[in-house]
C-alpha cells in the first residue's frame, strides 16, 4: 500500500527548533523528488521547500529560507524539515507532497500528499 | 493574498455542473505554465485532480475536467453529488516568485 506519513509535529517555542519527518511505504522512494507544503488553520496551500533525488538542488520559499532545511535519506524513505527559528506565522499543519516528473520543472505538480502534521509556534 | 486567484465559494444543486475560476498572470499561467487542480475535503489531505490543465489521474470520475486559456484556466464539475462538497486548489508556477504556487482555494457547497 502507498503511503506517507508525517510526524514530528507539536509545540515549539518562537526562536526555537523542530524536526519534521516523512516516511514513505509502498513505492521507491528514492526515484522521486519530494516537498514540503504548509496549511497555516484556515487558510489556503503554500509550498515550502523541494529537494532533488539525490539532493543536489532544493528550494524554499521567500517566507522559510535561511530558517528552514529540507533533507532525505533514501536508505530510511524518509523526508525530513528542519525548523529553526520558527515564528508565530509557521504555525501550520505540514504536508510531505511527491513531486511529478517531466521535462519542465515548471510544470510539475504534487501527486502523492501525506495526512500532515501540526506545528503550533507559540510562546 | 494569493497569486493565482479563485472565487472563495460556489455552490451547486445536487445534479448541476459548477465551475470554479482561477486566475493568473503573465508570470505563471500566462506565461504557458500547466495548471493543476487539487480536491480537499474536510479533515483530510488534499488529492490531485486534474494534472497538465485538463488530465485526470486514474481513479478520478470524467464528471470531472479542466481547462485553460490565456491567463485563467477552469474546473468544472458535472452531477454533482454530496461527497464533492470541500475545497478546491489550484497550483501552478510563477517565474517571478521562483515558486510553485496556490490559488487561496474555492469552498464547494451541495
Known amino acids: 500500500e502507498v503511503q506517507l506519513v508525517e510526524s514530528g509535529g507539536g509545540l515549539v517555542q518562537p526562536g526555537g527548533s523542530l524536526r519534521l519527518s516523512c516516511a514513505a511505504s509502498?513505492?521507491?522512494?528514492?526515484?522521486?523528488?519530494w516537498n514540503w507544503v504548509r496549511q497555516a488553520p484556515g487558510k489556503g496551500l503554500e509550498w515550502v521547500s523541494y529537494?532533488?533525488?539525490?539532493?543536489?538542488?532544493?528550494y524554499y520559499a521567500e517566507s522559510v529560507k535561511g530558517r528552514f532545511t529540507i533533507s532525505r535519506d533514501n536508505a530510511k524513505n524518509s523526508l525530513y524539515l528542519q525548523m529553526n527559528s520558527p515564528r508565530a506565522e509557521d504555525t501550520a499543519v505540514y504536508y510531505c507532497?511527491?513531486?511529478?516528473?517531466?521535462?519542465?520543472?515548471?510544470?510539475?505538480?504534487?501527486?502523492?500528499w501525506g495526512r500532515g502534521t501540526l506545528v503550533t509556534v507559540s510562546s | 493574498q494569493s497569486v493565482l486567484t479563485q472565487p472563495p465559494s460556489v455552490s451547486g444543486a445536487p445534479g448541476q455542473r459548477v465551475p470554479i475560476s482561477c486566475t493568473g498572470s503573465s508570470s505563471n499561467i500566462g506565461a504557458g505554465y500547466d495548471v493543476h487542480w487539487y480536491q480537499q475535503v474536510p479533515g483530510a489531505a488534499p488529492k490531485l485532480l486534474i494534472y497538465?490543465?485538463?488530465n485526470r489521474p486514474s481513479g478520478v470520475p470524467d464528471r470531472f475536467s479542466g481547462s485553460k486559456s490565456g491567463t485563467s484556466a477552469s474546473l468544472a464539475i458535472t452531477g454533482l453529488q454530496a461527497d464533492d462538497e470541500g475545497d478546491y486548489y489550484c497550483?501552478?508556477?510563477?517565474?517571478?516568485?521562483?515558486?510553485?504556487?496556490f490559488g487561496g482555494g474555492t469552498k464547494l457547497t451541495v
Open positions: 497538465g490543465n485538463s
Open positions: 507532497a511527491r513531486m511529478s516528473s517531466g521535462s519542465w520543472f515548471v510544470n510539475w505538480y504534487f501527486d502523492l
Open positions: 497550483q501552478s508556477y510563477d517565474s517571478s516568485l521562483s515558486a510553485w504556487v
Open positions: 529537494i532533488s533525488t539525490s539532493s543536489g538542488t532544493m
Open positions: 509502498g513505492f521507491t522512494f528514492s526515484t522521486y523528488s
